[in-house]
């Protein structure tokens, strides 16, 4: 039954053979708006619902992407969500949403602002299923979402090696603890958040690149993560930006938006609707 799980996971495929995964970020909601992103390359590995500063809620938004996605079928890029409890949730708070989401069938979570070792591990509790943590089991509907032939047992017995637990490091007590969150067993990486990270360490959000002081931050994020035999993703916003982390040797890579990827298509249509192609210059329209 391994292969089935692991089958219907990109993602996790690009893992466990040290291929570059390339991804994209949903902002907006809609199950059409996830499938259509979903579909819009054999290169997707992965397609990440944004519950936190995204458009889509957990419910009912984010179980409805999933299943959009789920039902592409078995090539499907692996969906993982962004949740939005951020900060402290060693305490718990971070539970509920990420029992939800991995109950809809996401194949893995991501919580950011994570700050210290406690935080992370609870987050891992919080995914696993006993003995390792400590995830409750019952919801009659999430193996349907990793493809045909998948039982409610099956998932029970793979699903602590199938999903995919990451947290963000983007807060100056998350850096400062790196080394203590990616020793925490069961956590498979860690994912950069380059913006939050130049803000809490008093610097500039990208422009399209990081401060310098910044990118040195970035390149120990990784080199430390990698030294702990744990994944390093990060987020881009251009297919030039992914292909140069790529061969920086990150593990997991966002390309694009939907947002971004829709406003760059427009921009460019129009510029090649309103452009003279002997003149190479705008023709005059009117409205």
């Known amino acids: 039954m391994a292969a089935a799980l692991t089958h219907a996971h990109p993602l996790l495929q690009a893992f466990r053979t040290s291929k570059p995964a390339f991804g994209a970020w949903l902002t907006l909601p809609g199950a059409l708006n996830a499938r259509v992103a979903a579909s819009a390359s054999p290169h997707l590995s992965w397609v990440l619902i944004d519950c936190e500063h995204g458009m889509t809620g957990l419910h009912p938004g984010a179980s409805e992407s999933i299943g959009a996605i789920a039902g592409l079928g078995r090539d499907a890029p692996s969906t ?10 060693s305490d718990g708070s971070a539970t509920w949403q990420i029992k939800y989401v991995l109950d809809q069938g996401a194949r893995g979570v991501l919580v950011p602002m994570v700050s210290n070792r406690t935080e992370a591990a609870s987050i891992v509790s919080a995914a696993r299923f006993p003995p390792t943590g400590a995830r409750g089991f019952g919801n009659p509907f999430t193996h349907l979402a990793w493809g045909p032939g998948v039982s409610a047992t099956d998932y029970l017995h793979r699903a602590n090696e199938s999903v995919v637990v990451l947290v963000q490091i983007e807060t100056r007590d998350g850096y400062a603890n790196l080394e203590e969150i990616l020793s925490v067993d069961g956590l498979d990486g860690v994912f950069i958040g380059p913006y939050d990270l130049s803000l809490s360490h008093g610097f500039p959000t990208p422009s399209p690149d990081p401060h310098p ?10 080199a430390v993560a990698h030294a702990k035999e744990k994944k390093c993703a990060i987020y881009c916003n251009s297919g030039e930006r992914a292909a140069k982390r790529a061969k920086e040797g990150f593990d997991m890579i966002n390309v694009t938006s939907d947002r971004g990827a829709m406003a760059h298509g427009l921009s460019n249509h129009l510029a090649d609707a309103v452009t003279d192609p002997e003149m190479g210059a705008e023709r005059e329209i009117g409205y």
């Open 80 to 89: 993982i969500v962004r949740i939005p409890a951020t900060g402290a949730c």
């Open 213 to 222: 002081e910044v990118e040195k931050m970035i390149q120990n994020i990784l």
